[in-house]
Nanobody, 125 residues
Framework: QLQLVESGGGLVQPGGSLRLSCAAS????????IGWFRQAPGKEREGISC????????YSVDSVKGRFTTSSDNAQNTVYLQMASLKPEDTAVYYC??????????????????WGQGTQVAVSS
């Protein structure tokens, strides 16, 4: 059974950077797509990025495009979210989640069934 564990959150000043990790165990990531989601206080959870480790396809929403980069290390069975130029509005709990790989690419609309526990990111001066 696939299990996901996020790490790397913390407090950072505006304009700073953080790298989140999503370590998978139980099944090779090639069989899944991994999505990154976040939930800010008082707001609904939103999907921000996804990757299909099997073919390397990535997608990011406009609000993070150019600032956040999703990548995978298949040998380590780990997906990363590199975040740069962080803004206070990026403050949220960040989650990674897995959906079955459909054969090509990824989408934030997939059925993400396995979720990590979340990691807090706070952007403040």
């Amino acid at each position: 059974q696939l299990q996901l564990v996020e790490s790397g959150g913390g407090l950072v000043q505006p304009g700073g950077s953080l790298r989140l990790s999503c370590a998978a165990s139980g099944v090779a990531l090639d069989y899944y797509v991994i999505g990154w989601f976040r939930q800010a206080p008082g707001k609904e959870r939103e999907g921000i990025s996804c990757i299909s480790p099997g073919d390397g396809f990535t997608y990011s929403v406009d609000s993070v495009k150019g600032r956040f980069t999703t990548s995978s290390d298949n040998a380590q069975n780990t997906v990363y979210l590199q975040m740069a130029s962080l803004k206070p509005e990026d403050t949220a709990v960040y989650y990674c989640a897995a959906a079955p790989y459909g054969g090509w690419g990824c989408s934030l609309r997939y059925d993400y069934r396995s979720w990590g526990q979340g990691t807090q990111v706070a952007v403040s001066s």
